[in-house]
């Protein structure tokens, strides 16, 4: 796996990329780049501020506004606190352990969960949940987990369409540090 | 474009290996905000196949330009044995290997034992 962050610079990099390029022939249409491995290293910075433009998306899903009040990678995963507001105004604190299972998918755990004390957070987790498992190659792993399969996410028409490439990987390796995220990608 | 580490096309393919490509803070945040990606593409290793420069050949072939041709890929050697016009022609690259430079408007590929700069 080497060491993915030994020469991370901040913002994002894709680095140990292997792709092999199908070539067109006898007037079919070139088909697209299959991609066999890579390691994706993204900064603390760059989580956050994905993190920022994402969560007031996924609350309107859920007829609610609010923000992101605070992120932070930890070794292992990362701390969110989100300020809701719908009917009441509600802050959740999630500490997410985000791990590789060894068969290509990504675990996500919620390890520790706190809101106000009179707040029905299992309630809140199990809409939650029941909203996640509907999104194809996401489905609950625990009462507050949840695993991601890339397989199934990147195949999603919407998704696939977008790619501009053909996913050909597994996932091998998550790694959460306070500076970074490094997922490595490998073949078989 | 589904997930399936099996995939494998039939025929030749070119492999990128060890391709490197990094965003800075600068560029990431002009990318969310709509605007133009900047993407520094800090290395990569180009792997073409023999049997792809076959498959050139054989293009050739077909088009009538060349009777026959097969190339032979060694360690830094390169032949080709084609067949044009009723006559056996052999082009041997020799020991040279081939060379890639970038100069302003170009890209330079040299190649054969007594190639240049």
């Given at each position: 796996m080497?060491?993915?962050?030994?020469s991370?610079?901040?913002?994002a990099?894709?680095?140990?990329?292997?792709?092999?390029?199908?070539?067109?022939?006898g007037?079919?249409?070139?088909?697209?780049?299959?991609?066999?491995?890579?390691t994706?290293?993204?900064?603390?910075?760059?989580?956050?501020?994905?993190?920022?433009?994402?969560?007031?998306e996924?609350l309107?899903?859920f007829?609610?506004t609010?923000r992101?009040?605070?992120?932070?990678?930890?070794?292992?995963?990362?701390?969110l606190?989100?300020?809701?507001?719908?009917?009441i105004?509600?802050?959740?604190t999630?500490?997410?352990?985000?791990t590789?299972?060894?068969?290509?998918?990504?675990?996500?755990?919620?390890?520790?969960?706190?809101a106000?004390?009179?707040?029905?957070?299992?309630l809140?987790?199990?809409?939650a949940?029941?909203?996640?498992?509907?999104?194809?190659?996401?489905?609950?792993a625990?009462?507050?987990?949840?695993e991601?399969?890339?397989?199934?996410?990147?195949?999603?028409?919407?998704?696939?369409?977008?790619?501009?490439?053909?996913?050909?990987?597994?996932?091998r390796?998550?790694?959460?540090t306070?500076?970074?995220?490094?997922?490595?990608?490998?073949?078989? | 474009?589904?997930?399936d580490?099996?995939?494998?096309?039939?025929?030749?393919?070119?492999?990128?290996?060890?391709?490197d490509?990094?965003?800075?803070?600068?560029?990431?945040?002009?990318?969310?905000?709509?605007?133009?990606?900047?993407?520094?593409?800090?290395?990569?290793a180009?792997?073409?196949?023999?049997a792809?420069?076959?498959a050139?050949l054989?293009?050739?072939?077909?088009?009538?330009?060349l009777?026959?041709?097969?190339?032979?890929?060694?360690?830094g050697?390169?032949?080709?044995?084609?067949?044009?016009?009723?006559?056996?022609?052999?082009?041997?690259?020799?020991?040279?290997?081939?060379?890639?430079?970038?100069?302003?408007?170009?890209?330079?590929?040299?190649?054969g034992?007594?190639?240049?700069?």
């Amino acid at each position: 796996m080497g060491n993915a962050s030994a020469s991370f610079i901040d913002g994002a990099r894709l680095s140990g990329v292997r792709l092999d390029i199908p070539l067109p022939g006898g007037g079919v249409a070139p088909a697209p780049p299959i991609l066999r491995a890579a390691t994706v290293q993204i900064d603390a910075t760059t989580i956050a501020a994905t993190l920022e433009r994402a969560i007031p998306e996924v609350l309107a899903r859920f007829g609610a506004t609010g923000r992101l009040a605070e992120t932070r990678l930890v070794d292992g995963g990362l701390v969110l606190a989100v300020e809701a507001q719908k009917m009441i105004t509600l802050t959740v604190t999630a500490t997410l352990s985000v791990t590789a299972t060894g068969e290509g998918r990504i675990l996500v755990e919620a390890t520790d969960l706190k809101a106000g004390r009179w707040i029905p957070l299992n309630l809140i987790v199990e809409r939650a949940l029941g909203y996640l498992q509907n999104i194809p190659g996401v489905r609950p792993a625990g009462p507050r987990a949840v695993e991601l399969d890339p397989d199934t996410l990147l195949a999603t028409p919407a998704i696939a369409a977008k790619l501009p490439f053909r996913w050909a990987t597994r996932v091998r390796d998550v790694r959460i540090t306070p500076a970074a995220v490094a997922v490595v990608c490998a073949e078989g | 474009m589904t997930g399936d580490a099996g995939i494998t096309p039939a025929g030749p393919m070119v492999e990128i290996r060890d391709l490197d490509l990094r965003l800075d803070p600068a560029a990431i945040a002009a990318a969310m905000a709509g605007g133009p990606v900047l993407v520094h593409l800090a290395g990569f290793a180009l792997t073409i196949p023999e049997a792809l420069v076959n498959a050139v050949l054989a293009g050739l072939v077909a088009d009538g330009r060349l009777d026959a041709a097969t190339a032979t890929l060694g360690d830094g050697t390169a032949t080709i044995a084609a067949r044009a016009n009723g006559r056996d022609v052999t082009v041997d690259l020799g020991t040279g290997g081939v060379r890639i430079g970038l100069v302003p408007g170009e890209v330079r590929v040299h190649g054969g034992t007594m190639a240049g700069g």
